[in-house]
């Protein structure tokens, strides 16, 4: 966590963009972690069988849900200044590459997303208070 810190800061005074500047970037700045080696029912990138289910979800659902924390996932993957755009092209990016084909989220899809993530973060507080 620190060095991401520390390429953030670089990325900063330099001017770059940060790692998630594209979906594939976010996902080897955070994903690949968890989605690239193994991690215990983490389903792993380009594994069909593992992806398959989560697919039919649908891309607003499953976006959603992962970006609040969901299955043992922690919320926006971890990393919490991590945009629902940027979450959301990393998703794309393992969906993609795992038996999928999801395109960028347009306007009406985020704003899908964003009342899905809302609706889920009420359950959640819900369920923690009661």
Same mark, same amino acid.
């Given at each position: 966590?620190?060095?991401?810190?520390?390429? /953030?800061?670089?990325?900063?005074?330099?001017?770059? %963009?940060?790692?998630?500047?594209?979906?594939?970037?976010?996902?080897?700045?955070?994903? %690949? !972690?968890?989605?690239?080696?193994?991690?215990?029912?983490?389903?792993?990138?380009?594994?069909?069988?593992?992806?398959a289910p989560l697919i039919r979800e649908g891309q607003v659902?499953?976006?959603?849900?992962?970006?609040?924390?969901?299955?043992?996932?922690?919320?926006?993957?971890?990393?919490?200044?991590?945009? /629902?755009?940027?979450?959301?092209? %990393?998703?794309?990016?393992?969906?993609?590459? !795992?038996?999928?084909?999801?395109?960028?989220?347009?306007a009406k899809t985020l704003q899908a997303m964003q009342a899905?993530?809302?609706?889920?973060?009420?359950?959640?507080? !819900?369920?923690?208070?009661?």
């Amino acid at each position: 966590m620190k060095m991401l810190y520390r390429l /953030l800061m670089v990325c900063a005074a330099v001017g770059t %963009a940060p790692a998630w500047a594209s979906g594939e970037g976010t996902y080897k700045a955070v994903c %690949a !972690s968890c989605h690239g080696q193994a991690f215990p029912k983490s389903p792993q990138l380009g594994n069909k069988t593992q992806w398959a289910p989560l697919i039919r979800e649908g891309q607003v659902t499953l976006t959603a849900h992962g970006y609040v924390g969901v299955r043992g996932m922690p919320a926006k993957g971890g990393q919490p200044d991590l945009t /629902l755009e940027a979450f959301a092209e %990393a998703l794309n990016h393992m969906v993609n590459q !795992s038996g999928g084909n999801w395109k960028t989220p347009d306007a009406k899809t985020l704003q899908a997303m964003q009342a899905e993530v809302a609706k889920r973060q009420k359950s959640k507080a !819900s369920k923690a208070g009661g």
